[in-house]
């Protein structure tokens, strides 16, 4: 009997998981890849297209290059998952069955019930998204004057957000334009809950690059041109870029599976509370015991060779793997300058410079050698 596994999303959690999966099924089980897109984005590298829209053919790559000759692709949306008729419904062609199904269809932005936010703001959950705050950044500067310069806002003070303000930063460098720029954070540190020491050299290189820095003060409304805090005074903007959470697909909605904020609910094996439905990256909430795996990157692609692993398991009636998150340490751009903290089997806690800017072009590359080759991943070092 032939078994349909299809995988759901075209992130790391997808690509990794698709790889995996190439190399563990026979040739008794049929393989498809559904996503909305026909590429794979090295999203942790999307920011750069702010800057330079131009580094995006360096940062993505088409699924067939990753997909084997046998690997069915279809490109459409996901609207919905049926598990009690195992069907993955679909926007524009024919529903697809499945025998098993991996879930990584990653994540779109939170808002909290804050009035005006989604309208009035942009994210940066594509590459798409990355395109659409350079276009903005570019108009408002060239609309601008040193007189009276473009407000650039930046809600969210993790990694995206830091990012993010480090990019424009670097717009505004390279081209001279006359833009400020803001990073709004609601709790009283920027990337909150991590080390101070690494906050605090975070916070160096953004006040080194200009970049004006709220904390403490949550966002209560956004307007066309204004945001409100809950204390202080309010902030003009031109372009406001929010990054302050995640929560689950709308594809899911309707999924009879245990989730939260539409995440799907996972065993540390990755298996959803129905056994032919597994989930991984921003898709899942996976038991680790005290704390749920972070929605990083790093913690996708880990779980994505575990999780292929699991369905062909599964398939063969084996025990599945329990999967434990590794920590291998944080790295975050800001521009072209990078910290780094925690770094696995190195003996300093938080760096910067050289070391760490090489660190982060590394990791980079290192995926990229992993879902397509060591050539590619030559190739798309500058852009890293």
């Known amino acids: ?64 290059q990753i997909a084997d000759p046998s690997t069915r692709l279809i490109q459409d ?22 025998d098993y199904v991996l879930v990584g269809l990653g994540s779109q932005t939170a808002y909290y019930g804050i009035p005006g936010l989604e309208e009035h703001s942009l994210t940066l959950k594509s590459l798409d998204d990355a395109l659409e705050i350079h276009d903005a950044v570019k108009q408002a500067s060239q609309d601008a004057t040193r007189g009276e310069p473009a407000q650039v806002v930046i809600g969210g ?31 009283d540190e920027i990337f909150p809950g991590n080390d101070p020491e690494c906050q605090q050299a975070l916070r160096d290189l953004l006040e080194d690059a200009g970049v004006r820095i709220h904390t403490d003060d949550p966002i209560t409304e956004a307007t066309e041109d204004v945001i409100e805090f809950d204390e202080g005074e309010p902030l003009e903007h031109d372009v406001f870029v929010w990054t302050g959470g995640i929560t ?18 996972t065993k540390a094996n990755f298996q ?3 056994e032919r439905v597994f989930a991984i990256g921003d898709s899942a909430i996976i038991d680790q015991g005290d704390q749920p795996a972070p929605p990083t990157a790093q913690a996708a692609w880990q779980a994505a060779e575990v999780a292929g692993e699991n369905i062909a398991r599964a398939i063969e009636n084996r025990p599945l793997k329990t999967w434990e998150h590794d920590d291998k340490g944080t790295v975050i751009s800001v521009g072209d300058e990078a910290i780094a903290h925690d770094v696995d089997m190195l003996p300093v806690d ?18 990229i050698a992993d879902i397509t080759s060591w050539n590619e991943a030559r190739k798309c070092w500058s852009s890293l």
């Open 1 to 64: 009997m032939t078994e349909n596994v299809v995988v759901l999303g075209a992130g790391y959690a997808g690509a990794g998981t698709v790889k995996k999966l190439q190399s563990e099924l026979g040739g008794n089980v049929r393989l498809t890849w559904i996503a909305d897109v026909d590429y794979h984005l090295v999203l942790h590298e999307s920011h750069r297209v702010i800057r330079d829209p131009s580094v995006r053919s360096d940062i993505t790559f088409p699924t067939h």
């Open 77 to 98: 949306e996901v609207t919905g998952l049926d598990v009690d008729e195992q069907v993955v419904e679909l926007a524009d062609t024919d529903d697809v069955e499945y």
């Open 157 to 187: 003070a993790g990694l995206s957000g830091i990012q993010t303000a480090g990019e424009v930063a670097e717009f505004r460098d390279t081209h001279r334009a006359p833009i400020e720029i803001h990073l709004v954070e609601a709790l």
């Open 248 to 265: 689950g697909r709308d594809a899911l909605d309707d999924a009879d599976l245990e989730k939260e904020h539409n995440r799907v609910n």
């Open 272 to 274: 959803t509370t129905n």
């Open 350 to 367: 938080t760096f910067g410079g050289f070391a760490a800017k090489n660190l982060k072009k590394a990791i980079a590359a290192r995926w």
